[in-house]
């Protein structure tokens, strides 16, 4: 299953399938991580897979590599300054810092998303004046000192629920640790029971979900919108409502 996910990690729906399928196959897929993951999907024991640091949207095979390269010759990133003072900032660029931070692979070191994403700035500077720092010749001729520089995490609130999947899809391509619509699912539930493996031919049903985009369309009867919901993780999971009106569903 690891050597399918990474054959087709460039391609987030074919991801998709393949991570509903392990799911359904009882097998774990750990999330992205910085100080674990590796380019493409590695299988850690026979019933877990880390995720591929090459699937994140925005990254690239020089910049995972060179993150795996810097981890194995100095150890695991112990924070966001490590991280950014360590890894070649030409390569591993801000927009693939920001791809990653989206994607949670920094949750092992730091869970609040929202400050690492803001405080990412302020890290690259002084990362690049730790470096100007570095190159400069003291009078007695002796490289300054480099140490002692501590980033501190600008004070904000983490994501909700919402806005943290929401981060995740831009980087993934879809939900991973779940799904917008978990919060409605059991309220939802309570009037609309059937699940749409179970609806019955030319039945009239309004379908309870997350509506994802909307287009409209002229036919020869006149308009028509075309609704596209929000991809839940595993289809059978969504309830229509039974005994709708025609002109509500459609």
């Not at 590796?38 to 019933?47: K, S, T």
């Not at 390569?91 to 990412?120: C, H, Q, Y």
């Not at 059991?186 to 749409?196: D, N």
């Not at 309004?206 to 409209?216: F, K, M, P, T, Y």
Request: net charge positive; aromatic share 6%.
């Amino acid at each position: 299953m690891a050597a399918n996910l990474s054959c087709v990690m460039d391609f987030t729906d074919k991801v998709q399938q393949l991570f509903e399928d392990t799911k359904a196959n009882r097998l774990t897929v750990l999330p992205p991580d910085i100080n674990r993951g590796a380019y493409r999907f590695m299988p850690i024991d026979r019933n877990t897979i880390q995720y591929g640091l090459g699937a994140v949207k925005g990254t690239g095979h020089g910049a995972i590599d060179n993150i795996v390269a810097t981890r194995a010759a100095n150890g695991p990133f112990k924070d966001l300054l490590d991280f950014v003072r360590r890894v070649d900032r030409h390569t591993v660029n801000r927009r693939a810092m920001e791809a990653l931070i989206r994607a949670g692979a920094f949750d092992t070191i730091e869970p609040n998303r929202a400050a690492l994403l803001t405080s990412l700035p302020q890290a690259i500077e002084l990362a690049e004046k730790a470096e100007r720092d570095k190159q400069q010749v003291s009078l007695f001729g002796e490289a300054t000192h480099e140490g002692g520089q501590v980033l501190t995490l600008v004070n904000v609130a983490p994501w909700s629920d919402r806005e943290r999947l929401n981060h995740e899809k831009q980087s993934l391509g879809f939900y991973l640790s779940g799904h917008p619509f978990t919060s409605y699912a059991s309220e939802v539930r309570q009037f609309a029971k059937t699940e749409l493996k179970d609806i019955q031919p030319n039945t009239v049903v309004l379908l309870a979900g997350i509506l994802h985009e909307q287009r409209v369309r002229n036919g020869k009867r006149g308009k028509m919108c075309v609704m596209s919901p929000g991809r839940w993780q595993r289809a059978s999971r969504c309830w229509p409502m039974a005994k709708s009106s025609t002109s509500a569903a459609r």
